[in-house]
């Protein structure tokens, strides 16, 4: 510590008495200025995590009041409309909660809007995760962790706003009973076993009270501890930039900046949780009145997390086989267990198929932009679309009613788009993709246009070109160009005989496979780039081809095996050698 | 070439700015410490101060004047607590305006304040780290494996087997028992999703007003209501399945509805009573209250996955995810002329399980 700096008596003595026991001092230093890069998109987790810390004080809050039995009572409060009226004490204490309890009915709705705003922040984040590969080794396991805290929170949430035992959730609840039934030889074990007998029974809110406050709090409390240690042990991924590299992090240290920062991150998640919770009423229990299993409202949603379930159990048609005694109802079980299961298992398994199609086993730090890296941006945005037409079909009552068109009518756009709308997705997406990465070349190569004319000695007009700012090159020669597999050696040479890997079922898969991924605009030539002269000038007519052009140029390198391949990734380009390339 | 373009005449070109890059913020980077591990070359003193202290003082007074705000906020928040009253609706609203408003007000205040505190009064530092590969070096690595494999031997696990296999095999009956003692949670569903409350004689009573019913009390073609089996009406667990609709049709309007009973189809036509039938009100999908009745159709409609049944043909499904008729409850009339069940369903009611068959 520098003599020039005075740091308070107070304060040097805590730290004395707490480093004479714990010791720590480099440690903590070490800690205190570790590199936080600083990116918008970093700060969506952070919504997430704060999100949580509110779900679990205003949740605190409200378990000192909400009792959670399904015992009946008479109504006698201050809510004069269902005065008189057979509730379960559960529906009672929220009524209580929201009209006796000062506080109370802002702290219900901060915690309802902060269990929504929780599962739009992990969702979100794990598009930005997804979109720019920050998935990728190390980072396999968050991204796996990431995907059960989202599970997690589905449960999570669909129990948490069941408890009230209220007509909508218990409508809810109703259907979750529906759909457990129909699961194949287990299904009314595990019906009769959660709710302890027929529906609705006596056992199911306190169930999921202990489910909902102790059992899935704790694991998300621990999986989401775990996905921070593992991200500040990995050290946070950045954007690219200048001199933004795999083995050099740029940042702003974590004392005293990101503290400061995160510190006003979460006042502002709190603040806009607090303003929706006063502006936008939600769940307001009191219009729907206690749980009846004979009434229903129309246009029931569910909580919007829960939208891909119902829009998927709307748009399946029926769909039943009845055989030897037993009924397999996939009327249900396909929209329970298919959707889900596609983007979820998918998303697993996402990292392990990137890898195996690209041969890339290497760390990756600094992030791709989402353009560079065109199958992984157009699977995603395929599987966005796949989302939001089974989430837009949850609510397909209120479509149909908003915009005039039959009910029945928008169910068989929903089904018809469910299948085609990833398609043309994925390849808009992907010609999208490519025609911004055309465009990037573009400007490395010629450099900005000014919109100067300027004429020359021989009479010739030229446009004048700016060469990008070093910080734009930077980003703009980030781009990563996957390896032609196999490598070292031509997928089929010249006699027509296979690579051995590239033979079988599995290699030749995988040789389709990284044809997609080669599809790729390289940057221009002379930039140090080993890969891609065959593709130069135009664009994407010569993917097929492409294979056979890489590993052409793959040859020279000695053959490797696949799997111990150290380093799958090109070389860079020596940002010294690319020298300035603008044209006049 | 770029040293053509004219000096001052660089604004055309300025505004490009590549989507994905960071801000143009580090404008005035006051310390840019390339290297982190200090110990060899020698450190950069974080500054003191930042580099323009006007708008810095410019700053501090409006995260000063943040933070005020936020005080008297959070008085106001207290101030409601205690001032206003709550229980009836315009009351609670009224409370939740003002505690909510403070409290929004608050942290919107000091979020501001803290934000412009590290942006505009702190010196804007940017730092840098070495990244390692997560890989330790191989040597440590050969020093763990040996280690390892030493420690293990120690530990005799290799080499007994028999002590291994019995460890194994103690562990098994501990891990079953999480799952054993799962077992009261509930009864086993038996039979019971194939029977509902209703058998012969059984009054139905409309639901609300738990009033027998006679044909002539019902006899608005078209119209719907709701039943439910007499000395039950709290009944929700018997409800929850024993619900059932009577719609009433005009005469040569009902087809003659075939239901399953047991495994053959038969005519139900004697199972109505005066053109009063009977379906169960249990959607044959996931459950849900099948509650809307279009007259002019004849279309029995649910609201939650849209399951629509043809209620003058049998309730068989016309479109939606149900795969099943809704089940028929048999009428019958008795000696008061009160509609009453003339059995249980012949089938299970509500969604399909694996035992059905």
């Given at each position: 510590m520098s003599d020039d700096v005075h740091v308070p008596g107070a304060l040097r003595g805590l730290g004395n008495w707490v480093d004479e026991r714990f010791g720590g001092a480099g440690y903590v230093r070490t800690l205190m200025k570790k590199v936080f890069p600083d990116h918008w998109s970093f700060f969506l987790g952070e919504i997430a995590l704060y999100s949580f810390?509110?779900?679990?004080?205003?949740?605190?809050?409200?378990?000192?009041?909400?009792?959670?039995?399904?015992?009946?009572?008479?109504?006698?409060?201050?809510?004069?409309?269902?005065?008189?009226?057979?509730?379960?004490?559960?529906?009672?204490?929220?009524?209580?909660?929201?009209?006796?309890?000062?506080?109370?009915?802002?702290?219900?709705?901060?915690?309802?809007?902060?269990?929504?705003?929780?599962?739009?922040?992990?969702?979100?984040?794990?598009?930005?995760?997804?979109?720019?590969?920050a998935y990728r080794k190390p980072r396999e396991v968050n991204w796996l962790i990431g995907i059960i805290l989202f599970s997690l929170g589905l449960i999570e949430g669909l129990f948490g706003y069941s408890l009230p035992d209220d007509q909508l959730s218990g409508a809810g609840l109703r259907i979750f009973e529906g759909v457990l039934q129909g699961i194949p030889i287990v299904g009314t074990y595990l019906a009769y076993f959660l709710f302890g007998g027929g529906f609705p029974g006596n056992d199911i809110v306190p169930r999921m009270y202990i489910i909902h406050v102790l059992l899935i709090p704790g694991l998300i409390l621990a999986l989401v501890t775990a996905h921070l240690?593992?991200?500040?042990?990995?050290?946070?991924?950045?954007?690219?930039?200048?001199?933004?590299?795999?083995?050099?992090?740029?940042?702003?240290?974590?004392?005293?900046?990101?503290?400061?920062?995160?510190?006003?991150?979460?006042?502002?998640?709190?603040?806009?949780?607090?303003?929706?919770?006063?502006?936008?009423?939600?769940?307001?229990?009191?219009?729907?009145?206690?749980?009846?299993?004979?009434?229903?409202?129309?246009?029931?949603?569910?909580?919007?997390?829960?939208?891909?379930?119902?829009?998927?159990?709307?748009?399946?048609?029926?769909?039943?086989?009845?055989?030897?005694?037993?009924?397999?109802?996939?009327?249900?079980?396909?929209?329970?267990?298919?959707?889900l299961g596609i983007i979820l298992g998918g998303a697993a398994f996402w990292p392990w198929f990137e890898k195996w199609a690209t041969g890339d086993n290497s760390e990756h730090h600094v992030l791709d932009r989402p353009r560079n890296a065109a199958v992984r941006t157009s699977i995603g945005i395929a599987v966005?679309?796949?989302?939001?037409?089974?989430?837009?079909?949850?609510?397909?009552?209120?479509?149909?009613?908003?915009?005039?068109?039959?009910?029945?009518?928008?169910t068989w756009i929903s089904r018809v788009l469910v299948i085609v709308g990833p398609i043309l997705a994925y390849f808009a997406t992907k010609r999208i993709c490519i025609g911004l990465q055309r465009k990037d070349a573009e400007l490395l190569e010629h450099g900005l246009e000014t919109g100067i004319i300027v004429q020359r000695p021989n009479g010739e007009f030229e446009e004048i070109h700016r060469p990008v700012s070093e910080e734009a090159r930077a980003v703009l020669e980030a781009k990563k160009v996957p390896l032609a597999l196999p490598v070292g050696a031509a997928a089929v040479d010249e006699n027509g005989v296979s690579a051995p890997q590239?033979?079988?079922?599995?290699?030749?898969?995988?040789?389709?496979?990284?044809?997609?991924?080669?599809?790729?605009?390289?940057?221009?030539?002379?930039?140090?780039?080993?890969?891609?002269?065959?593709?130069?000038?135009?664009?994407?007519?010569?993917?097929?081809?492409?294979?056979?052009?890489?590993?052409?140029?793959?040859?020279?390198?000695?053959?490797?095996?696949?799997?111990?391949?150290?380093d799958a990734q090109p070389q860079r380009p020596d940002p010294g050698a690319a020298g300035d390339e603008s044209e006049s | 070439m770029s040293d053509e373009v004219p000096e001052g005449e660089q604004s055309p070109a300025r505004p490009h700015r590549v989507i994905g890059t960071p801000l143009p913020v580090p404008s005035s980077v006051d310390v840019a410490e390339r290297e982190s591990d200090s110990a060899a070359t020698g450190r950069e003193k974080m500054p003191a101060d930042p580099a323009d202290p006007v708008s810095a003082k410019r700053a501090e007074r409006i995260v000063a004047a943040c933070f005020i705000v936020a005080f008297i906020a959070g008085i106001g928040f207290i101030a409601a607590y205690v001032g206003l009253e709550v229980g009836p609706l315009d009351a609670v609203l009224r409370s939740n305006l003002a505690l909510g408003l403070s409290l929004s007000v608050a942290l919107t205040a000091l979020g501001l304040g803290s934000l412009l505190w590290v942006r505009r009064v702190m010196p804007n530092v940017e730092t840098a780290e070495q990244r390692h590969p997560m890989r330790s070096p191989s040597k440590d690595r050969e020093a763990f494996q040996e280690y390892f494999a030493e420690a293990t031997e120690t530990s005799q696990f290799?080499?007994?087997?028999?002590?291994?296999?019995?460890?194994?095999?103690?562990?098994?009956?501990?891990?079953?028992?999480?799952?054993?003692?799962?077992?009261?949670?509930?009864?086993?569903?038996?039979?019971?999703?194939?029977?509902?409350?209703?058998?012969?004689?059984?009054?139905?009573?409309?639901?609300?007003?738990?009033?027998?019913?006679?044909?002539?009390?019902?006899?608005?073609?078209?119209?719907?209501?709701?039943?439910?089996?007499?000395?039950?009406?709290?009944?929700?667990?018997?409800?929850a399945k024993a619900g059932v609709i009577l719609i009433k049709f005009a005469p040569g309007e009902l087809h003659i509805p075939t239901n399953y009973n047991g495994g053959t189809l038969v005519s139900t036509m004697n199972w109505t009573v005066d053109n009063i039938v009977a379906y169960s009100k249990i959607c044959t999908h996931v459950g849900c209250p099948v509650a809307l009745y279009e007259q002019t159709t004849h279309h029995i409609l649910c609201?939650?996955?849209?399951?629509?049944?043809?209620?003058?043909?049998?309730?068989?499904?016309?479109?939606?995810?149900?795969?099943?008729?809704?089940?028929?409850?048999?009428?019958?009339?008795?000696?008061?002329?009160?509609?009453?069940?003339?059995s249980d369903f012949t089938q299970p009611v509500g969604p399909s399980f694996w035992e059905r068959g």
């Open positions: 810390v509110i779900l679990l004080l205003t949740g605190t809050f409200l378990s000192l009041f909400f009792v959670p039995s399904m015992n009946d009572v008479v109504y006698h409060g201050s809510y004069i409309k269902l005065n008189g009226l057979r509730m379960s004490e559960a529906y009672a204490s929220t009524l209580r909660i929201s009209f006796d309890v000062r506080g109370g009915l802002l702290i219900r709705q901060i915690h309802h809007w902060a269990a929504d705003i929780f599962m739009v922040a992990i969702t979100v984040h794990m598009l930005r995760i997804f979109f720019t590969g240690l593992i991200m500040f042990h990995q050290k946070h991924t950045a954007m690219p930039a200048k001199d933004q590299t795999d083995t050099h992090e740029l940042g702003q240290p974590f004392f005293p900046y990101f503290i400061a920062k995160t510190t006003a991150w979460l006042f502002f998640v709190f603040a806009a949780l607090a303003i929706l919770a006063t502006f936008a009423q939600i769940n307001p229990i009191w219009q729907y009145g206690p749980y009846t299993p004979l009434a229903i409202s129309s246009a029931s949603q569910p909580d919007w997390y829960m939208g891909i379930l119902e829009g998927a159990l709307r748009m399946m048609p029926a769909w039943e086989i009845n055989f030897l005694g037993h009924t397999l109802s996939l009327s249900v079980l396909i929209p329970f267990a298919l959707p966005v679309v796949f989302y939001g037409v089974l989430w837009a079909e949850g609510a397909n009552d209120v479509i149909a009613n908003k915009l005039q068109i039959p009910l029945y009518t928008v590239a033979r079988g079922l599995m290699g030749k898969m995988r040789v389709r496979a990284n044809q997609a991924f080669l599809e790729t605009i390289p940057l221009p030539a002379g930039d140090g780039h080993g890969h891609g002269n065959g593709h130069e000038g135009n664009g994407h007519g010569e993917v097929e081809g492409g294979g056979q052009e890489h590993a052409a140029v793959g040859a020279s390198t000695a053959p490797a095996e696949l799997d111990r391949l150290p | 290799v080499k007994r087997p028999l002590l291994r296999r019995t460890l194994m095999l103690a562990t098994l009956p501990l891990a079953a028992i999480p799952i054993v003692v799962l077992r009261d949670l509930g009864p086993l569903p038996g039979t019971s999703l194939r029977y509902t409350v209703w058998k012969r004689g059984t009054r139905a009573v409309v639901y609300g007003t738990n009033r027998p019913l006679t044909p002539a009390e019902f006899n608005t073609p078209g119209s719907m209501i709701t039943v439910i089996p007499e000395g039950y009406e709290d009944d929700q667990d018997a409800l609201p939650c996955h849209q399951s629509t049944f043809d209620a003058a043909n049998g309730a068989n499904v016309i479109f939606g995810p149900a795969a099943r008729a809704l089940p028929q409850l048999p009428l019958t009339l008795n000696s008061q002329g009160q509609l009453v069940a003339a």
